[in-house]
């Protein structure tokens, strides 16, 4: 929230804010304070793209083959189309992200334009509270049409709000939070925060090929270039890295369909909820 107000401020010619979520992050702001304070940072410039840096998913497990959904070469089209129809996909392709946000590598996505998909995901499938918010993903080059955005939030380090054109008038006087939550504040209501405001991830088409063309993918059937965003895991387990540990995530969750690789998995929805809470209180033990 403070990164994107002093952004929109224009104090600054340009604000940096790393793209490695968490506490690892200090580290680069400390040396960079230090060479400043020497009087040795003059031009020198961070790299802000390719994040990316962690292992590949690898193998697929034997367990899934059979789940496997045929997509005729067109992963991206099928998938879109899934999502468009209202569908949960677990995401989990090419190299991991750095730091502690799930920026389209490791990331389960849903339609953020569907009514109560924000409780559906994080009762059924994020086991938490309902009223948890989602991040979007969102076209870069759309970006602009839908938030009042002064330039890219390539790793979701930016809070931005709402076009006022693409807001919808709401009471906003309920004392029950329950009820601001569902109310219809945008066409996209599952990635706006009741201040209509979101932490948006801006995808371009270099740093993330692969999601730019999911959403080209997505715009093209549904309209809209923004998909749900959140990390692929539960709560209290670490978000997956493996094609392995994907799919267990996958077949203890009500996430519907399953991307590893290349290749595009169902889930059968035979484990029962009790089983599925089994296996969520494990990490709650561990934490």
Known sequence: MSAGL??????????????????????????????WRSGHLTNQRVEDRGYYLGSGPGPITEEALPLEVATGRNLFGTVAAELASGKIVAWCRGRM?????????????????VPG?????????????GFRPFAPLILEERAAEWFDIRGPSRYMQFVEPLRE?????????????????D????EVNSVVHVDYTA?????????????????????????????????FNVAGEPIVRTAGEAFECFMNTDVDLLVLNDRLFRNPMQKTREEKLKWVERFKTLA
């Open 97 to 113: 992200e750095l730091g502690a946000r799930a920026l389209g590598a490791r990331s389960i996505l849903a339609d953020a334009r």
């Open 199 to 231: 932490r948006l991830q801006t995808i371009e088409r270099s740093t993330h090929p692969d999601m730019h063309i999911l959403l080209s993918e997505f715009e093209r059937i549904t309209g809209v270039p923004i998909l749900i965003n959140t990390s």
């Open 165 to 181: 054109d693409r807001r919808h008038a709401t009471d906003g006087n309920s004392a029950d939070m329950r009820v601001r939550l």
């Open 183 to 186: 109310e219809p504040r945008s």
């Open 6 to 35: 002093i952004r929109r401020s224009s104090i600054f010619r340009q604000v940096f804010n790393s793209p490695v979520g968490g506490d690892m992050a200090t580290g680069l702001g400390a040396a960079l304070l230090d060479q």
């Open 117 to 129: 998909m924000q409780s559906r995901l994080n009762l059924a499938v994020k086991f938490r509270e």
